[in-house]
């Protein structure tokens, strides 16, 4: 493959870029470069306005992959001028214009509705914002029931919180209007409601594959989710 796309990872709300530790691997041995950035996780348009940055910086083409809240941000961050496509793993892909609460209040809710713990934080104006993240010790059976458990021990206290306001913020672009897409559903998913992936990626016209998995399909099947990303890549070649 010559001048392969650089494949950029987008990780969700309670996680980190080490969220696609096993992911990465099976896209460096195919020869795809691989960039992996911290998502601030503090809004979604300013998350997505920090990740097009990203991808403005990288020589070439780009593939955006998103994992959960990480499908939101490449939705929005996936109208720069080099991204060839995106990827969804049991992501939101938004309509222009729609939160991910109100894409979520189309469907019942899943367990993770009863899962989440709220906290303060400062706000530089002097105020104070209300952090999002999950009870750790529903991480394992709400977030990641097939990944081993003393993996899922670590992630419980390491993660990375969403600011609550994220959730009802309108997305200000839909880029899969203009770019392809793929997407997978994970069908045994506990923190997403798997219709909302699928809904999502029906309306965007995706190429969907469906996997008996948690929310973190790219921890516990991620040489199929690397099926997913090399096919993106194949399909959109020039």
Known sequence: MSNPPTVVLVHGAFADASSFRALIPELLDSGLPVVAPAVPNRSLNGDAAYIASVVRQIPGDVVL????YGGAVITVAGAEDNVRALVYLA??????GESLGELQGRFPDSDLATALVQTEYP???????????????????????????????????AQRPLAAAAFGEPASAAAWKAKPSWGIVSTSDRTINPDVERFGYERAGATVTELDS?????????????????????????
């Open 214 to 238: 948690s929310h973190l399909v790219m921890l516990s099947h991620p040489k199929e989710a690397a099926d997913v990303v090399r096919e993106a890549v194949r399909a959109t070649e020039r």
């Open 65 to 68: 992959v998103g994992h959960s």
């Open 91 to 96: 992501g939101y892909a938004l309509e222009e």
């Open 123 to 157: 706000l530089p104006d002097g105020g104070t914002g209300v952090d999002v993240s999950v009870d750790p010790a529903k991480v394992h059976d709400v977030f990641a029931a097939d990944v081993d458990p003393e993996t899922t021990r670590v992630l419980a206290v």
